[in-house]
């Protein structure tokens, strides 16, 4: 009876010191285990950082062609302004381009207008003169008209003004060289005379 007892308690101390050993045995290290942990953590964390990559990216990329969009527009506007800029320069240059040209025209109206008044003036004085001064006293008359402003410098070398006056004929023109114009014949006489002194041939003509 106490045989069969001892090898009861026996038994029931062998099974408690099989648990004990089973758990130690669960609960001791394993490299196989802890290298497929790893293994996993690794895979994990290499496709975290694949993604937040990608996702970086993406958006640097939809910045800068954001970016790149506002650029073009904001380039697209200052060409368009300087374009109306360019535009309106040129059309104030040509605006003062064509007001220049309209008062320079008038300009060159009006001094003509002076001039022909002053040609038609002195035309009318001229026909005045001859009118009342009929006498006319001629130094030289000449076909060339070189000939007739060769003539007036030496007379202008001796201290005598005289001018040329075309006198047109049928036939041939003639350049007299005349030194004055009087009213009645004995001034002319006179002058002609004192002309002669100074060893200068004249004659007197009436218009």
């Keep these: 009876m106490n045989l069969e007892n001892d090898q009861n308690d026996d038994l029931e ?55 790149s969009g506002l650029s073009q527009k904001s380039k697209t506007h200052e060409d368009v302004n300087y374009s109306e800029s360019e535009k309106q320069i040129s059309t104030k240059a040509n605006t003062l381009l064509s007001e220049s040209k309209l008062a320079l025209k008038e300009k060159l109206e009006v001094r003509e207008k002076k001039t022909s008044k002053n040609k038609s003036s002195l035309s009318k004085a001229k026909a005045t003169t001859i009118k009342a001064h009929p006498y006319k006293l001629v130094a030289g008359s000449f076909r060339n008209k070189n ?28 350049y007299r060289v005349q030194i004055g114009a009087f009213l009645d014949y ?7 005379k004192r002309l002669k002194a100074k060893k200068i041939q004249t004659y007197i003509i009436k218009n």
């Design 13 to 67: 101390f062998n099974d408690g010191l099989g648990d004990l050993l089973k758990e130690k045995s669960s609960k001791q290290f394993s490299w196989t285990k802890t290298t497929v942990v790893l293994i996993a953590i690794v895979i994990g964390v290499f496709i975290a950082l694949t993604a937040i990559f990608k996702l970086s990216v993406g958006f640097l990329s939809s910045e800068k062609v954001a970016n």
């Design 147 to 174: 000939n007739a402003k060769a003539y007036k410098s030496n007379l202008k070398k001796m201290g005598i003004d005289s001018y040329i006056w075309v006198d047109k004929g049928e036939s041939f023109t003639l």
């Design 186 to 192: 004995e001034s002319a006489k006179n002058q002609e």
